[in-house]
């Protein structure tokens, strides 16, 4: 029983790395919060629910569809939304992707409704069993896809010449800049990384959860928010485990936790409030990936 | 005219939420809590009111002090966190207290809070605090304290050396922030007679952000500015009613590409002040500036 | 003795900023910290106006151990700076900058200020605008008062923080590098400047690379490098010393 909720509490640990990871790259380069992260999730879910429906594709062809779309949305935001603001207020990138969530949001009501749509049964939900414990597939799948984006995405920092340009930014724009990164252009990639693995998150959670509806952009933003600071800022190793503890800790405390106590929902941010006050820095503390 | 009355009303308790935010945003603390601050005062006063027959006035200055409780005893922690941390902590807080809310029956839980004894000089309350707050803040602005706001708001470790207390300013700035909110939270109970939780949730907050970052942050007419004209606007636009949170949206986006000080500035206001005292002789303008004439 | 720094020891992370420094700083002086960049001249600052707490060692003001006081408190105690890279309040107005100065000297909060309980507070806010005004006067910009401090060019901004220091009614000055920035003409002003402050009965603890200016007006001279007090003396005795050149030119090949 308990490893069945392990296996819950990992499967939904990764979606929640896969969200966080977006938030920590785009902080570790940009150093701002991507306030609607969490909406190009939701928009990425919704991309992936109408490829899905109206193409018949199948899912290989779905989730990298998806994660295209939402890359290109996550591009236009920068271009739109963060490019053109001007360096001297801090608080300029933060407030202006407030509005792009606001934004996001509003229109995904008009457009998609606001209640919940039911998500496709794309892949025939077989379960294995191991032992005792029944290992479902569409569990295998989404840790899997998850591991390999995560794993991949680590790679592609540390080892290429885009991810080292990524790091240089993350240090120092300026001298980045000095040294001959085109720093527009590092950021657009990045924001471009950034959102289709929120797009890919987006996807995995209509599959796990089966429903999605245009509100889960904040719950998922609020809840890769914790699992940035849990890891550490700009820490995308940071967030990767941060965001597995994280599924674990929620999914093991409706266990441990009398139920009529609805304290799930802010058990994160319990969580947040006490890394906030007692640790900043994170559990892993803020270095961005180093080569 | 009801509606338009109605429509006035909402824009007064707007300013004072704008204003709440404002307060603690001077001294450098941007708080995504004031709708929580909001909710909490609005709570309190509707069981002063309505499970202890308290009269308005005494129901509202509970809720207000409610919240300023509860304001300063996050204020401490917050204390040592800056710009996005706190921004997060005081969003995480705000969404504690709906959860926390939503939870409990003898408010009426999710199912929210009706039967409020209805304030039909609601407008007059609301302008009225909206009156007093100018009032106190324009006397803040050239003043020891206000300085003092600033400073820390500009650079608070410079500050700090200079002399400032600024843990003590922060607190104070915080806690009020949080007191004003309750306040209007109070008065909003008792205008729409029910109150949920979902009335106060983290868009609300954003909105009074909006507000301030449109109206101006250099002084404290910019949020009033921002409050009055963005809650009167979509009103009266009614093609645009549909998409006024869009428009919301934009309007942040564009502000902070064009004008990130907001629409009102500190010179806007000197040369109106300045004009006024041009026209109307020394004295009105002494009143106006709080008494003290501004020399050269 | 006004000031003394007893064994300060402080640690970043694992890096040594400071060991075993002892300063020992008269009053009226004119004392300079002289080093090459890196020294630990600034953390020294830091340390003494309570930006920083120390890893180790004791600061003492008039024999008063000051360790555990927060910044605003040693302002009240008469401890006033100002800083390598100058740090105004932009958005305020000269004016308003240097009145901040007298924040520990004054005392309406609040309530007093929103409910006007007696005459003295306005009285009060006139003689903080006075004092503003002199001390911008004494330091020469006086006709600026009314600018945005962030609009002022550079020299001039750091005259403002000076006045600002000073308004603070310090016994005690710490300049971090006053004169970087200024042209000869500026420096040589600040120089006199400088000088007429230390007449007036402050003491002045002075960070300069600008050796003319260090040798000119100081009467000791203390010499950081690394972390260590390597010499101390008068300027004489310091621009003889062969440690000291070692330290700015290296070793001799």
């Known amino acids: 029983m308990i490893f069945q909720q392990i296996i819950n509490g990992l499967m939904l640990g990764a979606t929640y790395s896969l969200v966080a990871i977006g938030y920590t790259l785009i902080f570790g380069v940009l150093g701002i919060l991507h306030f609607a992260h969490g909406e190009v999730l939701m928009v990425g879910a919704f991309m992936g629910l109408y490829i899905i429906v109206w193409s018949g594709l199948p899912l290989y062809i779905a989730l990298p569809l998806a994660m295209l779309a939402t890359g290109v949305l996550g591009v236009l935001i920068d271009l739109l939304a963060i490019r053109p603001l001007r360096k001297d207020f801090h608080l300029a990138p933060l407030l202006s992707t407030i509005g792009v969530t606001i934004i996001l949001q509003n229109l995904a009501v008009k457009f998609f409704g606001g209640f919940g749509t039911r998500f496709p049964d794309v892949i025939g939900a077989t379960n294995y069993q191991m032992g005792s414990f029944f290992i479902n597939s569409v569990n295998i799948l989404i840790l899997g896809i998850s591991l390999f984006l995560m794993i991949g995405l680590y790679f592609f920092i540390a080892k290429t010449k885009i991810g080292k340009g990524m790091r240089a930014v993350s240090e120092s724009h300026l001298i980045a800049g000095y040294l001959g990164v085109n720093v527009d252009w590092i950021v657009l990639i990045t924001f471009g990384i950034a959102s289709a693995l929120a797009g890919a998150a987006g996807v995995m959670i209509g599959l796990s959860f089966h429903a999605i509806s245009p509100f889960i952009g904040l719950t998922f933003a609020l809840k890769g928010l914790v699992v940035m600071l849990l890891g550490g800022l700009g820490n995308v190793a940071g967030a990767m485990i941060g965001g597995l503890i994280l599924g674990l800790a929620e999914v093991l405390s409706i266990v441990i936790l009398p139920t009529e106590i609805n304290l799930q929902d802010i058990f994160s941010f319990g969580i947040m409030i006490l890394i906030l006050i007692f640790k900043p820095t994170g559990l892993f503390g803020t270095r961005f990936p180093q080569g | ?296 | ?253």
């Open chain 2, 1 to 296: 005219m009801d509606y338009l009355i109605s429509v006035i009303t909402i824009a007064g308790i707007h300013i004072i939420m704008a204003l709440s935010f404002y307060l603690p945003f001077m001294t450098g603390q941007i708080s995504l809590g004031q709708a929580g601050f909001m909710s909490i005062g609005a709570y309190a006063a509707s069981v002063c009111s309505v499970k202890f027959g308290l009269p308005y006035v005494p129901a509202v200055l509970i809720g207000g002090v409610c919240a300023a409780v509860v304001g300063f005893i996050l204020g401490l922690p917050a204390l040592r966190i800056k710009g996005i941390y706190l921004l997060l902590l005081t969003l995480g807080f705000g969404e504690i207290v709906r959860v926390v809310f939503i939870n409990i029956d003898y408010i009426g839980a999710a199912a929210g809070f009706p039967g409020i004894p209805y304030q039909e000089h609601t407008l007059l309350y609301a302008y009225g605090v909206v009156l007093i707050l100018i009032v106190l803040l324009n006397r803040l602005r050239k003043s020891r304290m206000g300085r003092a706001f600033q400073a820390v708001g500009s650079d608070e470790n410079a500050a700090e050396v200079i002399g400032v207390n600024i843990t003590a300013v922060k607190l104070i700035a915080f806690s009020s922030g949080a007191f004003i909110a309750g306040i209007g939270g109070g008065i909003f109970a008792h205008y729409q007679e029910y109150i949920e939780p979902l009335m106060f949730d983290v868009m609300h907050a954003v909105e009074f952000i909006v507000f301030t970052i449109f109206g101006g942050i250099q002084i404290f007419w910019g949020p009033i500015f921002g409050a009055f004209v963005l809650t009167l606007v979509p009103e009266f636009l009614r093609v645009i009613q549909g998409w006024r949170m869009e428009l919301y949206g934009a309007l942040l986006i564009i502000m902070m590409i064009v004008r990130p000080q907001g629409i009102v500035s500190l010179d806007s206001v000197q040369s109106i002040e300045n004009a006024i005292r041009r026209m109307f002789g020394n004295s009105t303008a002494a009143v106006l500036s709080s008494g003290q004439p501004e020399g050269k």
């Open chain 3, 1 to 253: 003795m006004i000031l003394e720094i007893k064994n300060i020891i402080k640690y970043f992370n694992g890096f040594c900023a400071l060991t075993n420094v002892e300063l020992e700083v008269q009053e009226n002086t004119l004392h300079a910290i002289i080093g090459p960049n890196g020294a630990g001249k600034t953390t020294l600052f830091n340390l003494i106006s309570g930006m920083y707490a120390a890893t180790q060692g004791e600061i003492a003001f008039r024999n008063l151990s000051i360790n555990g006081l927060k910044p605003h408190q040693r302002a009240k105690l008469g401890i006033s700076r100002t800083f390598q890279i100058v740090r105004l309040f932009g958005q305020m107005s000269v004016l308003e900058n240097v009145m901040l100065g007298s924040h520990c000297k004054t005392r309406a909060g609040l309530l007093r200020t929103f409910f006007r309980v007696s005459l003295k507070e306005l009285e009060e806010e006139k003689n903080t605008r006075q004092n503003a005004m002199r001390w911008l006067e004494f330091v020469g910009i006086a006709h600026k008062a009314d600018q945005i401090a962030v609009n002022l060019p550079h020299a001039e901004q750091r005259l403002v923080e000076i006045a600002r220091a000073l308004s603070q009614d310090p016994d005690l000055l710490l300049f971090d590098e006053p004169a970087a920035g200024m042209n000869p003409k500026e420096t040589e002003d600040l120089e006199s400047l400088i000088v007429k402050v230390n007449q007036m009965g402050k003491t002045v603890l002075l960070i300069e690379h600008n050796m003319d200016l260090v040798m000119g007006i100081s009467h000791v001279i203390s010499v950081l490098n690394f972390g260590a007090k390597i010499a101390e003396g008068k300027p004489s005795e310091i621009q003889e010393n062969p440690d000291v050149v070692e330290a700015y030119l290296g070793k001799k090949r």
